[in-house]
């Protein structure tokens, strides 16, 4: 049974190699390549999905999607560095739950989620 839940991601870039090298090194997600222009991301646990290779990324075509991750203000720290735009810096959004939102490469926006604020 399949009870209407998100079964894949897909993001768009410019440069498979280089969105790959950068997701595995903020999420230490694989990839796998199905083709030319189509790899596919597997996530440790829950939804995977893919990119696909265009020649320019439009602004909104891609979703806006949350990874649970264990530090917000680390991840957001880690994608600067890793070349990512800060879109919106940590935010708390309850007593025990932060989100922060970054540009990816190609201007795809990446939502980070964590429910370790310590209050």
């Keep these: 049974m399949h009870n209407n839940t998100i079964c894949h991601v897909e993001w768009h870039t410019t440069d498979l ?3 790959s090298k ?3 090194q903020l999420f230490g997600w694989t990839f796998s390549p199905h083709g030319d222009t189509y790899w596919m991301f597997h996530t440790p646990e829950g939804v995977g999905g ?3 290779k265009t020649e320019k990324v439009e602004a909104g075509a891609s979703p806006t999607v949350y990874i ?5 203000a680390d ?3 880690k994608a600067a560095a890793l070349g990512a735009q800060i879109h919106q810096p940590l935010h708390p959004i309850s007593d025990t739950e932060n ?15 964590d429910n370790s604020n310590p209050s």
């Design 17 to 19: 190699e280089r969105a």
């Design 22 to 24: 950068f997701y595995a």
């Design 50 to 52: 893919a990119f696909a």
């Design 68 to 72: 649970w991750v264990a530090n917000v």
């Design 75 to 77: 991840h957001l720290q």
């Design 99 to 113: 989100i922060g939102i970054f540009k990816d490469h190609d201007g795809n926006l990446v939502g980070l989620y």
